[in-house]
């Protein structure tokens, strides 16, 4: 059985981090203080045993000129002795409906090891998030803005806000953040490698065609998971239609390519796959309190 957490079975949320991820205390006290939510908590029970669950987590992205929500996945793990028999299949499956009912279009989330890359992608998420791109040092913007964290806020806001493709922060975002990087003597932080899996390709689609009305083009979509994303799309002149005819320009893209499609991620050296219709971009995924 999948459901949300309660007060009651919270608890197990907790003990369940401990053991799977073995963060230290003052992390998990500033994560399950300032993130963790029930509502947003699903998990996957045996009888009332909690074997595994996971976090939504929202926040905004820029994408085609506009912001739009997204939920990151946050917190997902497995019971040790639960592992391999399918049930954060389950789980993520299920946060996909969920995720739907809320209406984001898109899910992101930061595998903390390589072989997640993998274990993710089975489920329709792709890479879209490079790591390595330079940070903004948060002690010197802190020692800038003495008693006045708003007013390093807006800095740091100023950095990202009117950039293309990045996950923004809200103020309550970079308190946490700040805290949890005080804790550890402000490391420094470089972007993260991330992955991103889209909820809803028509919506996604129609914010492409609003920001490049001068694309036109015909897309077959398909998503195993998800029947709503198997679509035949026309894109002219700023909108989408559905059709049953190819345009000389034809796409077919399965849910994994179509979202390094419309993150831009590398499309330039996969011309054939995407035939130069969605212009490269390099997306940025940053202090996600990881």
């Known amino acids: 059985m999948i459901d949300y957490a309660t007060p009651e079975t919270a608890p197990q949320i907790l003990e369940m981090w401990k053991i799977c991820f073995g963060d230290s205390k003052p992390y998990i006290d500033i994560y399950f203080r300032e993130k963790y939510k029930n509502e947003n908590t699903l998990i996957y029970f045996e009888g ?9 987590l929202f926040y905004n992205f820029t994408f085609c000129g506009t912001e739009i929500p ?11 002795k639960a592992r391999k028999k399918g049930y954060m299949a389950e789980l993520l499956k299920k946060t996909f409906h969920e995720i739907t009912k809320r209406k984001i279009p898109l ?12 274990f993710y992608d089975k489920y329709g998420y792709a890479q879209t998030f490079d790591e390595g791109q330079k940070l903004p040092n948060l002690k010197e913007l802190i020692d800038r803005y003495p008693d006045d964290l708003y007013g390093a806020y807006e800095e740091f806001d100023s950095l990202f806000r009117d950039r293309e493709m990045v996950v923004q922060k809200t103020f309550d975002d970079f308190r946490v953040v700040v805290e949890e990087s005080a804790g550890y003597d402000y490391p420094v932080k470089k972007s993260l490698t991330g992955m991103t899996r889209v909820i809803d390709a028509r919506t996604m689609l129609e914010l492409f065609a609003k920001r490049y009305p001068e694309k036109s083009f015909s897309i077959e979509v398909t998503d195993s998971i998800l029947s709503q994303n198997n679509l035949f799309l026309m894109v002219q002149n700023g909108v989408i239609s559905e059709t049953k005819a190819k345009l000389p320009l034809h796409l077919t893209l399965t849910i994994y390519d179509l979202a390094q499609a419309l993150l831009g991620y590398r499309t330039s050296k996969k011309r054939k796959l995407f035939k130069g219709v969605f212009p490269e971009h390099r997306a940025q995924m940053h202090f996600m309190l990881e």
């Open 48 to 56: 009332k045993k909690a074997l595994a669950s996971l976090q939504l």
């Open 70 to 80: 997204v939920a990151y996945i946050s917190g997902a793990c497995t019971l040790p």
């Open 107 to 118: 899910s992101i989330l930061v595998p903390q090891e390589h072989w997640l890359l993998l």
